[in-house]
């Protein structure tokens, strides 16, 4: 009876080392940056409903720019995150393609955009429970024990300015900037390399609550400003200290 007493501590305290290891727990903070180009819908540029089967032609090199988005993310468990994002970029709109060439019209934007978010990891990678990998050991061979597959959500804002071509900016539709409320909603992937790198792919769909984000409405228009980001992601994960704040040391190191 005292030997199967004995295992059983034994056990239960060999588990409570093991979950204490977990990856996670010991590097709780990641800080990220990604970039990619930015894809704009608004009232400038595109194609009419019925000249346009499921909105693909709406995506034109014409109307892509670029971003760069920092993160400063925090593990709250092994499947959440909470995550602020300040992202900045370039949006562009053009009647050089679409239904409205006649109109001729053309908006180029510039936005900052300060978001909160929480991740919700619905595959999460398995080399993160390893112990000999998180001390140097060989990562799993297997290509897909490496991977997280994730969503995101949350709610922000975004600073713009426009500027457009002479015809737009005489029309007296024309706003030159302001602040608008956004709801991003997003999947992504990403590859662990390493127990303190990471990289990754992000689909981001950006909801405005206004419709000038490219300067201009329509009598038309039912709809408020979208716009995409996919960008390319480098994590790096910071070793949460004792007092558990990011430990300053490491990221020097």
Same mark, same amino acid.
């Given at each position: 009876? !005292?030997?199967?007493?004995?295992?059983?501590?034994?056990?239960?305290?060999?588990?409570?080392?093991?979950?204490?290891?977990?990856?996670?727990?010991?590097?709780?903070?990641?800080?990220?940056?990604?970039?990619?180009?930015?894809?704009?819908?608004?009232?400038?540029?595109?194609?009419?409903?019925?000249?346009?089967?499921?909105?693909? !032609?709406?995506?034109?090199?014409?109307?892509?720019?670029?971003?760069?988005?920092?993160?400063? !993310?925090?593990?709250?468990?092994?499947?959440?995150?909470?995550?602020?994002?300040?992202?900045?970029?370039?949006? !562009?709109?053009?009647?050089?393609?679409?239904?409205?060439?006649?109109?001729?019209?053309?908006?180029?934007?510039?936005?900052?955009?300060?978001?909160?978010?929480?991740?919700?990891?619905?595959?999460?990678?398995?080399?993160?429970?390893?112990?000999?990998?998180?001390?140097?050991?060989?990562?799993?061979?297997?290509?897909?024990?490496?991977?997280?597959?994730?969503?995101?959500?949350?709610?922000?804002?975004?600073?713009?300015?426009?500027?457009?071509?002479?015809?737009?900016?005489?029309?007296?539709?024309?706003?030159?900037?302001?602040?608008?409320?956004?709801?991003?909603?997003?999947?992504?992937?990403?590859?662990?390399?390493?127990?303190?790198?990471?990289?990754?792919?992000?689909?981001?769909?950006?909801?405005?609550?206004?419709?000038?984000?490219?300067?201009?409405?329509?009598?038309?228009?039912?709809?408020?400003?979208?716009?995409?980001?996919?960008?390319?992601?480098?994590?790096?994960?910071?070793?949460?200290?004792?007092?558990?704040?990011?430990?300053?040391?490491?990221?020097?190191?």
């Amino acid at each position: 009876m !005292k030997k199967n007493l004995i295992l059983f501590l034994s056990v239960c305290f060999v588990s409570q080392i093991a979950e204490a290891q977990e990856l996670w727990m010991i590097k709780r903070y990641e800080a990220t940056l990604g970039f990619g180009p930015t894809f704009f819908f608004g009232d400038v540029g595109g194609f009419s409903v019925g000249e346009n089967s499921a909105g693909f !032609k709406d995506f034109s090199f014409l109307q892509t720019r670029f971003n760069v988005d920092l993160n400063l !993310k925090y593990r709250v468990l092994k499947n959440v995150t909470a995550r602020f994002s300040f992202s900045g970029g370039l949006l !562009k709109a053009t009647d050089e393609r679409g239904s409205n060439e006649e109109r001729g019209f053309e908006a180029s934007t510039t936005f900052f955009s300060p978001v909160l978010l929480g991740e919700y990891y619905f595959i999460k990678n398995k080399v993160e429970d390893s112990y000999g990998f998180q001390n140097g050991g060989k990562r799993d061979a297997n290509f897909l024990n490496s991977l997280d597959l994730y969503f995101f959500s949350g709610m922000g804002g975004m600073f713009y300015s426009v500027s457009g071509n002479e015809k737009l900016e005489s029309h007296k539709n024309f706003k030159s900037g302001g602040f608008a409320a956004v709801f991003p909603v997003g999947v992504g992937s990403k590859f662990t390399y390493s127990p303190h790198f990471e990289f990754g792919l992000e689909l981001s769909g950006r909801y405005a609550l206004s419709d000038y984000i490219d300067g201009y409405t329509s009598q038309y228009s039912k709809y408020n400003d979208v716009y995409f980001y996919l960008n390319f992601v480098f994590i790096y994960k910071i070793k949460t200290g004792d007092n558990g704040l990011p430990s300053f040391r490491m990221i020097i190191d």
